[in-house]
C-alpha cells in the first residue's frame, strides 16, 4: 500500500481489513442504505486507517456525508 | 510476532471455521500483541460460535459483556471482543446505543459484566442553559452522581458487575471559564464529582467497579478527538479506547479469570543491574544512577506487590551460594532472601528450571508469573509453557522495568483478604516446616510433634470472599470444579437446604488460615456433597480424611441415612479421582457430563485420624437462625 495515495483497489483492501466487510469494486456505488452490514462507526475506523497510510488528515465531514464508498474514496484520495 | 503474522494465524483460524476450537491459542497468539492489533484481532472474531467454544473448551468462561456509556460505545466492542480472548475469556460482547446508559441501567444487569463508559457530556448535557458557571456543573454533577448511585445499586442486584469509567475533564471545558480562580473551582468541583464516583467502586456498591480514566488518558496519546466527538459521539480517541478496553479486560480476568499467584524474578539485569558471575555483587547496580535508580524502583515495586499477597520466588542462571550471599547481605538490595519464598538458581535454561518454583511450592506453574530481560529465555518460555504468563522487560532500557511489571495487571484482584496478605509468610513457614521435618526418623512421628488441629466453623458474612477464592482458585484439589463467585457463596449461606463447612488448620508453627470449604446439601435422608475444595499447601498429613470422616459423623448424627457426592475429573484435579472410594464410598452410575458418582452408606466411617485434633462447629440441620449454631464439639484423638 502506498503511503501517499491510495488507489481503489488499495482502498477496497483496506476498507476489508478494517471493518471486516466482504466489500468489492461492485459494491463501489451502492448507497449505504443498501449496503448489507454497513454501520458508519465502520467509516471512522477506515477514517483512522487512512490517515496512518497516507500521513495526513482525513477530510472527516467530507466522508461522513458520502453516500456512497466510491464518493468516500474520491474525498480522501482528493 | 509480527502485527501481519499474528493477523494472518487468527484470519485462516477463522476462514477455517476453528476459532471456537482453537480458542485458547488467540491468547497465545495474541500474549504480545498491543492493544491496537489486539483489537484488529477482535475485528476478526465477529460472528464466532461462543457457545461452540465454550463447548469446546467449558474451562474457560463464557461471559455475556454489555456495552454502554454517554456517547457511541460500539468502537470499544471489537476491541474487548479481542482483549477478552487475549484473557482466555469467551466474551460475547454487545454494544447499546449510543448515549444510552440511563436506559440501559434503568432494569436489573442481564449481562454477566456491563461496561458504562462516561464522558463529560453526560454532565454538561444536564446543565439546562447554554451558558454555565461552576456552580451550574457542581448541580448537574450531583445529578448525575445520585442517579447513578441509584442507577448502579438497582442494576447490580440481581448478581450482575457493574464497571462504570470516570469521566475527565479537557481544556475545551476548563478554559470556558475565564476567571483564573473560577476555572479552578471548576476543576474542584469536577475532581469532587470524580471522587464521588470513584467512592461508589470502593465496595459501597457490590458488583460496581470504577475504572479511573484520569491515569488512562494521562498515559495514553491524545485522548480526544474533536471530530469523533461531534461528528460521531465518541468521546476518546482509539489510543485511550485501546487503553480503556485492555484495562477492562485485566478487571474481567481478575473477576472471573485463573488468579496469578507468585512473580518470579530474573536477577541480572531484572531485579538488579549488572551481572553477578562477572562482577561479584558489589559490581551490581540498585542504588545510585541510571541503572541504580531503575533497578531500585523495580524492586520497591516487587516489594510492594510482595506486601500484598504476591508470592515472590527468584529463577537465576547462577552459582547458587553466590546468589544466596547477595540476597542475604547486600546493603541496597529491597527485597531480600526472607521476602522470596523460594529460590532456584542453577545454570540450566530457565524454560527446564522456572517449573520448580511451582513445585517446590506447592502451586500450579499456571499461577506464575515470569520476569525476564533474555529474550531468548521468556522466548523458550512462551512457547514450551505457555501456561506460564510472561514478561519482557529490556536490560537496555531498566526505566522501564516496573511500568512493564505493572502493565498487563496479572495480579489485580476484586479484593485482596488479610488471608492473601499473611500467605507468603505461610509458604515461608512451609519451609521452616520442612526442615523440622528433617529431624524426625517417621512420617508419623513429624506428624504426630506437629500438633494439627482441624476446625470445622460456621461461616459469617466476613468469610464470603475467602469462600468464593477457594473454589475460584483452587485446581488441584478440587472435586467439581464448580466455581463460585461471591453472589454465589452468599446465595448459598442464605440457603437453608445447604450447609457451607469451611475448615482452618493450625499447628505448632501457626495459623494456615481458611484452607478448604465443602458444600452440603440436604434433601430428606440424604445429604448431598456439591462440592469439596482445600488448598494443597496442607496435603499430605491425612486432613482431608479427618475432615470427610467429621461430615460423614455429622451426617449420621442428624439422621441421614446416605451421602452421595460427585466427582468431575479436570486436567488438573487427578490427584482426588480415588478420595470418595478410599473412605468407603461406593460408585454409582455416572451421572453424565463427566460426572462421577459416589455413594456412603453411613453403616461404617472411616477410621479417625490419630495425629489430628478435630473441632467441629457444624450445626444442627434444617433452617436454623445464626445465632443458633451448636456449641462446639471437641473430639480429640
Known amino acids: ?78 | 510476532m509480527s502485527a501481519d503474522t499474528t493477523l494472518d494465524a487468527v484470519r485462516k483460524l477463522r476462514d477455517s471455521g476453528r476459532l471456537a476450537d482453537h480458542w485458547p491459542e488467540l491468547a497465545r497468539l495474541l500474549a504480545t500483541a498491543d492493544p491496537a492489533l489486539t483489537a484488529r484481532a477482535g475485528a476478526l472474531l465477529a460472528g464466532v460460535d461462543h457457545a461452540a467454544a465454550h463447548r469446546a473448551h467449558p474451562g474457560l468462561p463464557l461471559l455475556d459483556v454489555a456495552l454502554t456509556g454517554s456517547g457511541t460505545v460500539s468502537p470499544l466492542a471489537t476491541r474487548l471482543t479481542g482483549e477478552l480472548a487475549r484473557q482466555q475469556i469467551i466474551g460475547r460482547v454487545t454494544a447499546g446505543d449510543p448515549g444510552g446508559y440511563a436506559l440501559a441501567l434503568a432494569e436489573p444487569a442481564t449481562a454477566d459484566v456491563t461496561l458504562c463508559v462516561l464522558d463529560a457530556s453526560a454532565v454538561f448535557d444536564r446543565v439546562p442553559h447554554p451558558v454555565w458557571t461552576a456552580d451550574d456543573v457542581a448541580a448537574a454533577c450531583d445529578g448525575l452522581l445520585a442517579q447513578l448511585d441509584a442507577a448502579a445499586r438497582s442494576y447490580t442486584a440481581g448478581g450482575g458487575a457493574l464497571v462504570l469509567t470516570t469521566a475527565p475533564l479537557w481544556p475545551l471545558w476548563t478554559d470556558q471559564i475565564l476567571d483564573l480562580r473560577e476555572r479552578a473551582r471548576l476543576g474542584a468541583v469536577w475532581h469532587r464529582f470524580t471522587a464521588g464516583l470513584l467512592e461508589l467502586g470502593t465496595g459501597a456498591v457490590e458488583g460496581l467497579y470504577v475504572i479511573d480514566l484520569d491515569p488512562v488518558a494521562a498515559a495514553t496519546g491524545p485522548a480526544r478527538d474533536p471530530r469523533l466527538e461531534i461528528y460521531a459521539h465518541i468521546a476518546y480517541s482509539d489510543a485511550l479506547l485501546d487503553a480503556l478496553a485492555r484495562r477492562f479486560a485485566h478487571l474481567v480476568r481478575a473477576l472471573h479469570g485463573r488468579p496469578r499467584k507468585s512473580l518470579v524474578l530474573d536477577l541480572d539485569g531484572t531485579l538488579w543491574g549488572g551481572t553477578l558471575a562477572e562482577s561479584g555483587g558489589s559490581g551490581l547496580d540498585m542504588a545510585e544512577g541510571f541503572r541504580g535508580e531503575s533497578h531500585r524502583r523495580f524492586q520497591r515495586v516487587a516489594a510492594q506487590l510482595g506486601s500484598q499477597g504476591v508470592l515472590l520466588a527468584v529463577c537465576s542462571k547462577n552459582d547458587p551460594a553466590e546468589v544466596d550471599e547477595v540476597l542475604r547481605g547486600h546493603p541496597d538490595l529491597l527485597v531480600r532472601r526472607d521476602d522470596f519464598v523460594t529460590v532456584v538458581a542453577d545454570w540450566a535454561p530457565k524454560v527446564d528450571t522456572v517449573g520448580q518454583v511451582a513445585e517446590r511450592i506447592g502451586i500450579g506453574t499456571d499461577s506464575l508469573v515470569f520476569v525476564d530481560d533474555s529474550a531468548t529465555e521468556t522466548g523458550l518460555v512462551r512457547l514450551k509453557r505457555p501456561e506460564i504468563a510472561v514478561i519482557d522487560v529490556d536490560a537496555r532500557e531498566p526505566a522501564t522495568h516496573a511500568d512493564r511489571l505493572l502493565a498487563e495487571g496479572w495480579f489485580d484482584s476484586a479484593a485482596i483478604t488479610d488471608e492473601d496478605r499473611a500467605r507468603a509468610g505461610r509458604y515461608r513457614t512451609e519451609g521452616r516446616r520442612a526442615e523440622f521435618r528433617a529431624g524426625f526418623s517417621s512420617l508419623t512421628d513429624y506428624l504426630k510433634e506437629l500438633d494439627t488441629t482441624l476446625t470445622l466453623f460456621a461461616p459469617g458474612p466476613g468469610d464470603v470472599h475467602r469462600l468464593a477464592q477457594l473454589t475460584q482458585r483452587t485446581n488441584q484439589f478440587n472435586l467439581t470444579t464448580v466455581r463460585m463467585d461471591e453472589a454465589a457463596v452468599r446465595a448459598a449461606l442464605a440457603d437453608p437446604a445447604v450447609l457451607v463447612s469451611p475448615v482452618r488448620v493450625a499447628d505448632r508453627f501457626g495459623e494456615h488460615g481458611v484452607i478448604g470449604t465443602a458444600f452440603l446439601r440436604r434433601t430428606g435422608n440424604r445429604v448431598e456433597i456439591d462440592n469439596l475444595v482445600m488448598s494443597c499447601r496442607v496435603l499430605g498429613r491425612g486432613i482431608e480424611s479427618a475432615w470427610l470422616r467429621e461430615l460423614l459423623r455429622w451426617a449420621a448424627a442428624h439422621g441421614a441415612t446416605e451421602v452421595t457426592a460427585d466427582y468431575r475429573p479436570t486436567p488438573r484435579n487427578g490427584r482426588v479421582a480415588a478420595l470418595y472410594p478410599d473412605h468407603g464410598f461406593t460408585e454409582l452410575p455416572d451421572r453424565g457430563e463427566g460426572f462421577h458418582r459416589y455413594r456412603h452408606d453411613l453403616t461404617t466411617l472411616p477410621p479417625a485420624v490419630e495425629h489430628l485434633t478435630v473441632v467441629s462447629e457444624l450445626p444442627a440441620p434444617g433452617p436454623v437462625p445464626p445465632t443458633a449454631a451448636t456449641a462446639p464439639t471437641e473430639e480429640t484423638r
Open chain 1, 1 to 78: 500500500m502506498s503511503t501517499t495515495t491510495l488507489d481503489t483497489e488499495g482502498f477496497l483492501t483496506l476498507l476489508r481489513d478494517e471493518t471486516g466487510l466482504a466489500v468489492g469494486t461492485g459494491d463501489l456505488d451502492t448507497d449505504f442504505d443498501d449496503l448489507a452490514d454497513w454501520d458508519s462507526v465502520m467509516l471512522l475506523k477506515l477514517l483512522t486507517a487512512v490517515e496512518q497510510a497516507t500521513g495526513r488528515p482525513a477530510p472527516m465531514l467530507e466522508v461522513l456525508e458520502a453516500r456512497t464508498l466510491r464518493a468516500v474514496h474520491t474525498a480522501i484520495a482528493r
